[in-house]
């Protein structure tokens, strides 16, 4: 097995892509909205991916955190509300916003496991600023630490209630920056002492199952590297300083904050302390260059990746009761 996660180019395995991934064994795979058309088809993807495999635990991953971040959407599957819907209810009714989250979780791994995803990217837990880029502050759970992380736990846990493994993102933290790290690197110039506050949800969090790295620069820890590509960050911070030992992936590889081929940032991240790379874009080349260019899996990541696959069951869940105790809870928001 190699530590990489890769996507796949349409809504079915092309015959380049079977036999590439059968030689290679990825550790998993992540599903884009060019590789979801109905829930019939995204099911028997996913059962393609298991067969190929050989694994039914396989980590099958997508991002859908509600509002703009989603995948499956309209008129196929509804749309989900993104994270300042819960934030604004937080400020009036902390317990219905943190039931409304959880209700909301649950609803969301019932959807993705009836399809047969096992693992979606969130809760985020980026502590938002003033001047937070509007990438991050259009999904985040809201400026204070504990909030991010009360609204965090109960995504994680409703996930989890459903049979799918939460994500948390995007360690140590994406508010501070300024600028879309799809597009430019974004360097925090923040001392130590104030990026603890970034850090709080993150350590309050640290059991999750899984985790990913910011594509950020932080002068405090290391001027020179982003923190996917640093090991000071990884082992001192991530580590260390927030005591997180679940499976820690990269963000998307080919966001414009890194610099290098595929291959190098991928080898890069490795070297860094991650134990999987996620590579998103299904380009052949680059998957070819990937692969040749990183080692086997190490032990220490295949336990994490084992732990984190195992940390959830069957699932189970009511979707339309669930979606109706999140719409009643939501609507005390509206309230004066």
């Known amino acids: 097995m190699i530590p990489v996660i890769f996507g796949l180019s349409g809504p079915v395995l092309t015959p380049d892509e079977r036999a590439f991934f059968a030689s290679v064994e990825p ?15 995204v099911l028997a ?13 396989l980590a099958i991953l997508i991002d859908q955190e509600g509002g703009r971040v989603a995948r499956m959407g309209p008129p196929e599957w509804p749309a989900f509300p993104a994270g300042p819907v819960f934030a604004k209810l937080y400020e009036k009714a902390p317990m219905s916003a943190i039931q409304a989250m959880r209700a909301n979780g649950q609803a969301l791994g019932v959807m993705l496991r009836e399809v047969g995803i096992t693992v979606d990217c969130a809760p985020l837990l980026d502590v938002a600023q003033a001047d937070t880029t509007e990438a991050i502050a259009c999904r985040a759970y809201g400026t204070e630490p504990m909030q991010v992380a009360a609204l965090g736990r109960a995504m994680l846990e409703g996930l989890a209630a459903a049979g799918v493994v939460g994500v948390v993102k995007h360690m140590p933290g994406h508010g501070r920056a300024l600028v879309d790290s799809h597009h430019l690197l974004p360097t925090v110039t923040a001392d130590e002492a104030a990026l603890e506050v970034d850090l709080e949800p993150f350590i309050t969090l640290s059991g999750a199952p899984m985790g990913m790295t910011s594509h950020i620069v932080f002068e405090a820890w290391d001027a020179e590297r982003p923190a996917t590509l640093s090991p000071t960050v990884i082992e001192r911070i991530i580590r260390r300083r927030i005591g997180f030992d679940g499976l820690l992936m990269t963000d998307d590889i080919d966001m414009k904050a890194l610099s290098g081929t595929a291959g190098e940032k991928a080898a890069g991240a490795l070297a860094a302390g991650c134990d999987l790379v996620l590579d998103c874009w299904a380009r052949m080349d680059e998957m070819v260059e990937i692969a040749g260019r990183v080692p086997p899996i190490t032990e220490a990541a295949r336990a994490r990746l084992d732990r984190a696959m195992v940390s959830v069951g069957a699932g189970a869940g009511d979707f339309a009761e669930l979606i109706a105790r999140r719409d009643a809870l939501l609507a005390l928001a509206a309230l004066e």
């Open 27 to 41: 550790a998993g795979y992540i599903l884009f909205k060019r590789n979801i058309v109905d829930r019939a088809q």
């Open 45 to 57: 993807l996913t059962d393609d991916l298991r067969a190929l495999a050989g694994r039914d635990d």
